[in-house]
């Protein structure tokens, strides 16, 4: 709440700030309603940093472009963002499956790479059907082979013109999926090779296009989309001159030139942004821009401060009621943690870890000796409501080789978990970190065996049988004994085997079960197929989607199916101390997990017993 003090006191200096500023200045301070703030500017190049220019046309402020101006909707200089209108991109169909028109949506805003698209504000969106849209962002130079640097996208399906429906956009008709930080551009694509022919008369177009994942709401009607529309996208910027706060202190070209202000490095790309001391307001880019507030402000601002904590309790408790607190509070093995008591833990030195699914901190919990790990996870508004229902769902889960959930906090618009914390990371680091764990086949077999059984255990020895839906090395976490456990199944990915919950889990697409990506169907043998490819990682310790290797999953089939010489993919540390006999075991417990046909794959009960023969 302190932070609501500070803004409430910023906000009055600005309005005395602005009532003394000069008006003798000669670069325009405003484009219709818009107040243009240095960096930013409008005219000559001395009124703007490079890379920051505004133009204005006819009272709307645009972002210079090579093809056509970018519209901006706000521009603020205290939080470093920007919003900004961007088009879509699509691909039109004719009757022979042709593609007979398109636009990637790329409008080359950005020729300086002051910005990059917010990946806390906005989500990728892909409308279609057999649509499979991806962004394409940030030029690689050639690393890899790969023209991009970032890949992100997702595939939408529909059966007929009735799959769709309004307001759902989790694979039919319409998916969505979280963008990572880094991002530059809206360049889309799309995989031409889905064929349209028996959709164009409801949905004759692909659609893909960033959007404010809180300004977008899917319809049917979106099927058939004006090529000409533009969607609203926040922008990070910063000063990018490659530099450190610390590097670019000590150059000519600093740019926090206020006395009362602060360097902050980006959270988004490389660079930094400048920031008003605390006390003060203003901007920390200009001399003298950042001022301090006048003494009766100050008691104005105690007397709306206690207000705003009355408020604040308020809210707590409204998030508390959302998140399923009077049904989760009577759960016994999940504790509620306040906010208070956590906070301790959710500080920038103590993250270990941060993507698309939120953040993870480790540390320790009041009176405690063992760590634990805190999860900050962003969670779709629209499944917010289904959080309590996961959450005892898990709390009926107790294994051994499966992560514990000890409890959670509520009083956040965000619930955040809290497990135990598992020293060793993930397998997917110990596989193919460049500071490779010593492996021999007894440890491999072992952690194949252990993670299986708590696959098996999900499947098979619960009441309400789960699936786990992103089963993948990084997901399978190793304690200090390298006893693994299967973890980020808890809130997002829990779902009945009884319901066959189609279409609305997000797996890794080197991972996932061709099956499912057809037909939108999940079973129990989507996992053993996902598993399947773990095993295979584990033994070869090489990644499913490396780049350098085309087709790992291939390269097993044509190594067993026709020269029967699968030894030559073990990785040689692992096959040091094996028999041929054991691996021509593994390898067949691979093959049946990587069937197509998912009913002649085995169940995960079956391969944990295989396994653990083959370990004894």
Excluded at 51 to 77: A, H, K, W, Y
Aim: with cysteine; proline share 4%; charged share 20%.
């Amino acid at each position: 709440m302190p932070t609501a003090l500070i803004l409430l006191l910023a906000a009055l200096i600005v309005i005395a700030h602005d009532a003394a500023e000069s008006a003798s200045s000669v670069c325009p301070d405003s484009c219709g309603s818009t107040n243009i703030e240095y960096p930013f500017g409008i005219g000559s190049e001395g009124c703007f940093r490079k890379g920051f220019e505004i133009t204005c046309d006819n009272g709307v402020p645009m972002l210079p472009s090579t093809t056509r101006p970018v519209p901006v909707v706000n521009l603020s200089i205290g939080t470093a963002e920007a919003r900004v209108m961007l088009p879509i991109a699509w691909q039109c169909f004719g009757s022979g499956n042709n593609v007979y028109n398109s636009n990637d949506g790329d409008v080359h805003f950005n020729g300086d790479e002051v910005y990059r698209i917010s990946s806390t504000h906005n989500q990728l969106v892909v409308v279609g059907c057999n649509t499979l849209g991806y962004t394409q962002s940030q030029r690689s130079e050639g690393h890899h082979g790969y023209p991009y640097a970032y890949y992100t996208g997702c595939m939408s399906f529909c059966n007929n013109s009735h799959s769709a429906v309004d307001g759902a956009c989790a694979g039919v008709g319409c998916c969505h999926v979280d963008i990572p930080p880094g991002l530059t551009n809206n360049n889309m694509a799309f995989d031409t090779s889905y064929n349209h022919t028996t959709r164009l008369d409801f949905a004759p177009c692909d659609y893909a296009f960033l959007v404010d994942r809180n300004s977008y709401t899917f319809h049917t009607r979106h099927l058939k989309m004006d090529n000409s529309t533009t969607m609203p996208v926040w922008l990070d910027w910063a000063i990018r001159d490659n530099l450190t706060c610390a590097e670019a202190m000590k150059e000519q070209s600093y740019a926090c030139v206020s006395a009362n202000s602060e360097c902050r490095d980006s959270s988004n790309g490389p660079g930094y942004v400048c920031n008003c001391s605390m006390g003060y307001q203003g901007n920390p880019y200009t001399i003298g821009g950042c001022t301090g507030a006048i003494g009766g402000l100050l008691i104005i601002a105690i007397v709306v401060f206690i207000i705003l904590l009355g408020k604040e309790k308020q809210r707590m408790k409204e998030f508390f009621r959302k998140n399923g607190g009077p049904i989760i509070e009577k759960v016994n093995k999940i504790k509620l943690f306040t906010k208070e008591e956590l906070e301790p833990i959710l500080k920038t030195s103590n993250r270990i870890g941060q993507g698309g699914f939120g953040e993870v901190y480790m540390g320790y919990l009041r009176d405690e000796i063992r760590p634990v790990a805190v999860k900050k996870p962003k969670i779709d508004v629209k499944l917010a409501n289904q959080f309590a229902n996961e959450v005892i769902i898990q709390s009926r889960v107790l294994h051994k080789n499966i992560v514990n959930l000890i409890g959670c906090c509520l009083e956040v618009d965000v619930p955040i978990l809290v497990y135990e914390y598992v020293s060793n990371g993930s397998l997917d680091k110990i596989l193919h970190d460049s500071n490779k764990t010593p492996l021999d086949l007894d440890l491999c077999l072992k952690i194949a065996a252990q993670s299986a059984k708590g696959l098996a255990y999900m499947h098979s020895e619960i009441t309400t049988p789960i699936l786990h839906g992103d089963v993948k090395p990084a997901n399978i976490l190793l304690d200090e004994d390298f006893v693994p456990k299967i973890s980020d199944f808890g809130t997002s990915r829990m779902i009945t085997i009884e319901e066959h919950y189609t279409s609305t889990i997000i797996g890794n697409w080197g991972y996932m079960d061709p099956g499912y990506v057809q037909t939108g169907l999940y079973t129990s043998k989507s996992d053993v197929y996902s598993f399947g490819v773990v095993l295979l990682e584990l033994i070869t310790r090489k990644k499913v989607l490396d780049p350098d290797i085309s087709d790992l999953v291939g390269n097993f089939h044509d190594t067993y199916t026709k020269k029967n010489r699968v030894i030559e993919l073990v990785d040689s540390e692992i096959s040091a101390k094996g028999t041929i006999g054991v691996f021509h075991s593994l390898a067949e417990i691979i093959v049946q997990c990587l069937d197509l046909d998912a009913d002649l794959r085995p169940e995960m009960e079956d391969i944990a017993e295989r396994l653990q023969y083959l370990l004894k």
